[in-house]
């Protein structure tokens, strides 16, 4: 029990701060936007990949933190701009530059992984600046603040004009264009903040766990919608702001629920296997509860 | 009519679907339309004749054939994209849920409206002035939705969600509006208080507008003109003075003369009584 309380819950904590990121990434895309965006494996990676190698180069680790930042825009940028310029269903866009990022990250590398062990990251300078020594209580500082950051650059920008056209492009697209607001570029800016937000995240998790890994993307998107699912259940957010907020605790309960589960002997490999069956029910619950009153559904689209 | 006068011109317009398929059809066949400011045109035309591919030709859904010109004030806009016509152009669809969107609150659907066809920044989308703006807006309304700023629209019944899409069109006074049988899908009492208040919007605003409407009653009793479409074709167009004292059946033998075809839709002739 207070092995719990000392470790496992600061610890989710921590991974819920993080992968927050990776879940707002993913909230944006699929729930604001309506762009189901499958970049995200990749982008991951990609920020992991960049941020690492540059490091190892001698990069200053916060540049190297803001390059992954960066690299994790370009990402967006190219699976919105296949999908708006050349027409091809978002769903492909993504899975296309998801494989093309594949071959990027280990040209990147130069191999299968990178590792941090013997280099300084944004943790360490953090503890050397402000004279903390405990892993956990950097980690949380450096998570903490980055989440700061992060929530309220976007709680403003959503309501911004710019922002609540990009808001409005995933409620109602032919609306929008009536008002005048070119939607390929809501699109393209949304996907783009989207998957510059889950490269962010990789960034951070690689410098926490010491390494960049080719495969340490796998899985992250339906991790996404996990959170993002959970959170939505939990809190019935409401405005900007709390679907913020509850899409990161989300992700803090899908990260405690894991890490408890694996305390309790769950195979690690499992992980991704149960977390496709949560947000399979997840998903399905709202149709079979349906189907049971008798309603009429559409078949689900194929795109 | 003069050529400074008019706000929209529609010089050869055709528009083919399906072109080079059996399935061929020419929607719109070489229109020409003079339409002056502060117009209020009604126009009836049974299926398929072509209204609601002239609205999306002049909204810019999709752009003409070859030669065919659409000129607002002046300006020939038939190859700007939809986006860039919201500028000139402001529309009510058939559908509220076209018009409005449901996850998005009142007063952020009333911010979007407002910068129709302006450059989006970064200022706040909203703020106290655009508020007080909102609620004059809304008052008229007399559905009390002023008071309902922060209610999703998703909430709302069909028939305030088309009022405020009507609202919400004309916020920003677009040079030209387009409703496309915007009453079509509310019941008759909620579709008349729709119809009055976009006599009131219509003649406050001195907004030029075009309406498509199923039904024969309505074309007569709103606008100042009144065309009857057939096969792509303009058949009938006439004045306030003409159309003053016609009745519905004065207006289905009209047809019938202009276009040389017994008038057989059932669907207009019920909307009509």
């Known amino acids: 029990m207070l092995d719990v309380l ?9 991974e819920g701060l993080v992968f927050g990121f990776v879940a707002i ?80 990250n280990l040209r990147i590398m130069g191999g299968a992984n990178v590792s941090l062990l013997r280099e300084v990251t944004i943790f360490d300078q953090v503890s050397e600046l402000l004279g903390v020594g405990a892993r956990i209580v950097r980690s949380l500082i450096v998570a903490g603040v980055l989440a700061v950051i992060v929530f309220f650059i976007l709680n403003w920008f959503l309501r911004t004009e710019i922002g609540l056209a990009l808001r409005a492009t995933g409620d109602n697209e032919q609306m929008v264009r009536g008002f005048g607001v070119n939607t390929d570029m809501t699109t393209i800016l949304g996907v783009s903040i989207a998957n510059g937000l889950v490269a962010l995240g990789g960034a951070v998790v690689a410098q926490g766990q010491g390494f960049a890994d080719v495969g340490m993307g796998i899985g992250m998107i339906v991790m996404g919608l996990a959170s993002v699912i959970i959170g939505e259940a939990l809190f019935r957010p409401k405005g900007v702001a709390r679907l913020l907020l509850a899409v990161l605790g989300g992700t803090f309960i899908y990260r405690l629920l894991i890490s408890v589960a694996l305390r309790l002997g769950m195979a690690p490999g499992d992980l991704k296997l149960i977390t496709a069956i949560l947000v399979i029910i997840a998903l399905a619950v709202p149709y079979l509860q349906k189907k049971v009153q008798r309603e009429w559904l559409p078949p689900a689209p194929r795109w | 009519m003069s050529e400074n006068k008019s706000l929209l011109k529609l010089r050869q317009i055709t528009k083919v679907f399906s072109r080079g398929t059996i399935d061929e059809i020419t929607a719109l066949n070489s229109i020409n339309l003079d339409v002056d400011a502060e117009d209020y045109i009604a126009i009836i035309g049974s299926n398929g004749a072509g209204k609601t591919t002239l609205l999306n030709i002049i909204a810019g859904v999709y752009p003409p054939e070859n030669g065919g010109q659409i000129i607002v004030n002046g300006r020939e806009i038939s190859r700007l994209s939809e986006y860039r016509r919201a500028h000139y152009v402001g529309r009510v669809y058939q559908d509220p849920h076209v018009g ?13 409206a407002l910068l129709r066809g302006q450059p989006r920044g970064l200022r706040a989308a909203s703020n106290k002035q655009r508020r007080e703006l909102f609620c004059a807006a809304l008052t008229p309304l007399g559905l009390g939705l002023e008071n309902r700023l922060s209610t999703l629209v998703g909430t709302l019944s069909g028939g305030q969600r088309q009022a405020l899409a009507l609202v919400m069109t004309t916020l920003s006074k677009p040079a030209l509006l387009l409703l496309d049988e915007h009453v079509a899908t509310l019941d008759p009492r909620t579709a008349q208080i729709v119809l009055e208040l976009t006599e009131m919007l219509v003649k406050r605003e001195k907004m030029t507008t075009i309406m498509v409407t199923h ?59």
Request: with cysteine; net charge negative; charged share 15%.
């Open chain 1, 6 to 14: 000392n470790y496992v819950l600061p610890f989710s904590l921590y």
């Open chain 1, 25 to 104: 990434g993913v909230y944006l895309t699929f729930r604001v936007l309506g762009f189901p965006d499958l970049t995200v494996d990749g982008s991951f990676t990609l920020g992991a990949a960049v941020t690492a190698v540059l490091i190892v180069k001698g990069v200053n680790p916060f540049l190297a933190t803001l390059a992954a930042l960066g690299a994790g825009l370009c990402a967006g940028l190219a699976t919105s701009l296949l999908n708006t310029k050349l027409r091809i269903p978002a769903l492909l866009a993504g899975i296309l530059v998801m494989v093309a990022l594949y071959s990027i």
């Open chain 2, 100 to 112: 409005t969107a449901a996850k998005m609150t009142i007063e952020e659907n009333m911010a979007m």
């Open chain 2, 215 to 273: 039904n024969m009653e309505v074309a007569l009793r709103h606008g100042n003109r009144l065309i009857m479409m057939h096969k792509g074709r303009i058949v009938v167009d006439m004045n306030q003075e003409h159309k003053a004292n016609l009745t519905v059946n004065d207006l289905v033998v009209a047809f019938e003369r202009a276009s040389g075809e017994e008038f057989a839709d059932d669907n207009i002739l019920l909307h009509s009584d």
